[in-house]
């Protein structure tokens, strides 16, 4: 039988006219309680009985364990059976013509993967304005097996993108620590200290320009970072780890925070509708944290972010500005990584090699088990009024309930 909404066992057994004093007798089993009533809607449960008496009772509890109990002479035994998976690695490639979304699906590469692997590389491309008709793309990801049956995609391993001629290489890789994360061939963090967007946005509608003329004073006055536009109650994150040195209205960038990090960077996020409930000045956050969103507050003529990116007090374009990078691997973790990340790294370069000559744009490549493999300074002054500013970041939209896989591939479109 398959649970539906709001079942219970109980439920289930009255139901199904079934002895509850046997259900209570199976929930006295050792270790067993927690997987038996934990249910959710679509949940299998398989219940085998003659007259109303229970003789067995089978359901899978995770990906790899299914539980089962059996009426033997003296009463009720249970066990779990392990379901092993295999994990397998798959390397496809692909060339865009119109979006980062329908290439994927021309290599069969899922919309799950397509995130994941635009998260890879989103602190050096923006995939909102920077995709173009001939980029490229090779990925390679796992893919999980049950008895030779496909169940879902696992991680990216390694990937390679091609925007507008310029070549960005990726590879997982898990430290003895066990934290993963994505690096260069050089073992270069992806990840930067910073997010080149901090909101999901619908378009730019405003750039850093310091002789802006102003459109609602109507007089030169610089726009001293970007607008992001987007709906009002779009979540707004830090940019970047750092202290909240300011958090309340700042004349015509109305409801305001500011970020103070290190390295003398500052970062200031204008014009939102209202703050996360634990924004306060003195509190650290870290980046990715949700601080605010979206509004149209102070001087704005519709809903955006006004986003400004400062050095020693000196705003810097933030679309364009060189973002400082993460930690990289220490020395003697390199040989390591150079050892578990080289099959990955060759394969990427064999798979592009087609496409470079102007092979098939959506080429799948071959399937195989996966092997081994781990894989605080002030803030300086800003400019009297802000334009909105938002910054789209795409890993919020892999944890974000609200965010929906629609919204994203209307934004990815090439330019």
């Known amino acids: ?119 890879v590389f989103a602190w050096d491309i923006d995939f909102v304005l920077d995709i173009r008709e001939g980029d490229r793309f090779t990925v390679a990801y796992e893919q999980i097996y049950q008895d030779g049956k496909y169940l879902r995609d696992g991680e990216v391993l390694a990937a390679e993108f091609v925007n507008s001629g310029k070549v960005y290489r990726a590879v997982r890789f898990a430290a003895d620590t066990g934290a993963a994360g994505y690096y260069t061939p050089e073992g270069l963090p992806m990840r930067k200290a910073f997010l080149r967007a901090p909101v999901e946005f619908t378009r730019v509608s405003s750039v850093f320009n310091p002789h802006r003329m102003h459109p609602i004073l109507n007089r030169i006055r610089g726009h001293m970072g970007t607008d992001y536009a987007a709906p009002t109650g779009t979540p707004v994150h830090a940019a970047g780890d750092g202290r909240i040195s300011f958090a309340g209205r700042r004349g015509g960038y109305g409801n305001a925070v500011v970020l103070a990090h290190s390295n003398s960077v500052s970062t200031l996020y204008g014009h939102m509708s209202r703050f996360a409930r634990h924004i306060r000045v003195g509190t650290h956050v870290q980046q990715g944290d949700v601080i605010g969103y979206v509004g149209m507050t102070g001087l704005a003529t519709g809903p955006h972010l006004h986003y400004e990116y400062l050095v020693n007090g000196v705003h810097k374009n933030p679309q364009t500005v060189q973002l400082p990078g993460a930690e990289p691997l220490r020395a003697d973790t390199l040989q390591k990584f150079r050892h578990l990340t080289a099959p990955l790294l060759a394969d990427l370069s064999l798979r592009q090699a087609p496409a470079a000559a102007g092979g098939s744009p959506a080429a799948a490549a071959a399937v ?29 939209v892999l944890s974000d309930s609200n965010s929906t896989l629609s919204d994203y591939r209307s934004r990815t479109s090439s330019n």
């Open 368 to 396: 195989s088990p996966l092997t081994a493999g781990p894989l605080a300074a002030a803030a300086g002054p800003f400019a009297d009024e802000p334009p909105a500013i938002s910054v789209f970041s795409v890993s919020s």
């Open 1 to 119: 039988m398959v649970v539906g909404r709001n079942d219970t066992l109980d439920a289930i057994f009255r139901r199904m006219a079934l002895d509850t004093a046997d259900l209570a007798a199976i929930r006295q089993l050792p270790g067993i309680r927690q997987s038996l009533d934990f249910l959710k809607p679509g949940d299998a449960i398989k219940l085998t009985h003659t007259d109303g008496e229970i003789k067995g009772l089978t359901r899978k509890v995770s990906e790899t364990q299914t539980l089962e109990v059996v009426r033997k002479d003296d009463g009720f035994a249970a066990k779990m059976i392990d379901n092993p998976v295999e994990t397998r690695t798959r390397t496809a490639t692909a060339t865009i013509d119109s979006s980062l979304f329908q290439a994927a699906e021309a290599a069969d590469i899922s919309d799950m993967v397509a995130l994941k692997l635009a998260n």
